[in-house]
């Protein structure tokens, strides 16, 4: 499974677009690229997956490049309510999903 | 609400004690996985289901946990023995065949005094 290098923390304020970049220089070729947040005593919630080039839906967009060998998340307008930690994650079907430590975003006024 | 449910969400047991921990899937998924989570880490895979069956076990399970979903349906996780090296997390997470997205419950927190 490929492994993933992301920022420990970010801080950003609030109305600020915020992107997380995520490393994966051993990804393969079928893997996906998939993010997840996690609020504190909660479980992780899926945000965005893609596989290449760019994926946006309601809450976010994924850019990733042509060499996939990194993905930047973006996180439009971010509110205080964006807090948490974001995860990275890349891996193939549906097999178990490999976590790392995550970036910690943390939202001010 | 038809998300991932786990049951209980909070558990303090003593030390030598057996636990056990429920998940509900969404209905239609059949594929079902165990994570733990320990302070300041990522989850970490535990166990993999296909409908009854359990197809991945990681080398973080040890002997005192054992896992089943008899019916394809919920699953429970039980450990025997607790130590206080088994406080973490414990979360739920479930997928649909065909697609890959894991859906996580709010898990169950165990603390082992």
């Known amino acids: 499974l490929a492994k993933t290098t992301q920022p420990i923390s970010m801080d950003s304020y609030e109305g600020q677009e915020v992107n997380i970049t995520c490393s994966h220089n051993?990804?393969?070729?079928?893997?996906?690229i998939t993010w997840y947040q996690q609020f504190p005593s909660q479980g992780p919630r899926f945000i965005i997956q893609?596989?290449?080039t760019k994926v946006t839906n309601e809450v976010a967009s994924l850019f990733i490049p042509a060499d996939r060998k990194s993905s930047t998340l973006s996180l439009p307008r971010v509110s205080l309510s964006d807090t948490a930690v974001y995860y990275c994650?890349?891996?193939?079907?549906?097999?178990?999903?490999?976590f790392g430590t995550g970036t910690r975003l943390l939202v001010s006024p | 609400d038809t998300g991932v449910s786990q049951d209980p969400r909070h558990k303090i047991t003593k030390r030598g004690q057996n636990v056990t921990f429920r998940c509900d899937p969404i209905?239609?998924?059949?594929?079902l996985y165990w994570y733990r989570q320990t302070l300041g880490q990522g989850p970490e895979f535990l166990t993999y289901?296909?409908?009854?069956?359990?197809?991945?076990k990681s080398r973080l399970l040890s002997d005192r946990f054992s896992a089943e979903r008899p019916k394809g349906s919920f699953s429970t996780l039980e450990i025997q023995r607790t130590e206080q090296g088994d406080s973490a997390m414990y979360l739920c997470?479930?997928?649909?065949?065909?697609?890959?997205?894991?859906?996580f419950g709010p898990g169950t927190r165990l603390l082992v005094l």
């Open positions: 051993n990804i393969a070729t079928n893997d996906y």
């Open positions: 997470a479930s997928s649909e065949r065909g697609m890959e997205t894991q859906y």
């Open positions: 893609g596989y290449k």
């Open positions: 994650l890349v891996r193939e079907g549906f097999q178990k999903l490999v």
């Open positions: 209905s239609e998924h059949n594929r």
């Open positions: 289901f296909q409908n009854e069956a359990q197809l991945e």
